[in-house]
């Protein structure tokens, strides 16, 4: 059975950092891509960064560029979110998903309804 879990969520002030991990099993871990999706209240689910197992290779949306760093531990088969100046439209419940296969490059952000397995997601709250 393939199950993603996600750890780290909590409460931040604005400008403050938080550490997310998505700890995969059940799978072969280097045969994936895994993202990273949120959900604002009352929005759509968005994608904000995927790195490719296989070679390291990640891409981040505009939203996130700069502030957000993905990482992936392939001892560990865990994927980090290093999230950086948060600010308050951060807040969502963020989820990491697995896509079967390599060279998606930047497709895997907007594969919202076609990964393959995804957690159950974590809560950041940003205060202001």
């Known amino acids: 059975e393939v199950q993603l879990v996600e750890s780290g969520g909590g409460l931040v002030q604005a400008g403050g950092s938080l550490r997310l991990s998505c700890a995969a099993s059940?799978?072969?871990?280097?045969?994936?891509?895994i993202g990273w999706f949120r959900q604002a209240p009352g929005k759509e689910r968005e994608g904000i960064s995927c790195i490719e197992i296989s070679d390291g290779s990640m891409v981040y949306s505009d939203s996130v560029k700069g502030r957000f760093t993905i990482s992936s531990d392939n001892a560990k088969n865990t994927v980090y979110l290093q999230m950086n100046s948060l600010k308050p439209e951060d807040t969502a419940v963020y989820f990491c998903a697995a896509l079967y296969g390599t060279g998606w490059g930047s497709l895997c952000l907007r594969y919202n309804h076609g990964m393959d397995y995804w957690g159950k997601g974590a809560l950041v709250t940003v205060s202001s």
């Open positions: 059940g799978l072969i871990f280097e045969a994936y891509a």
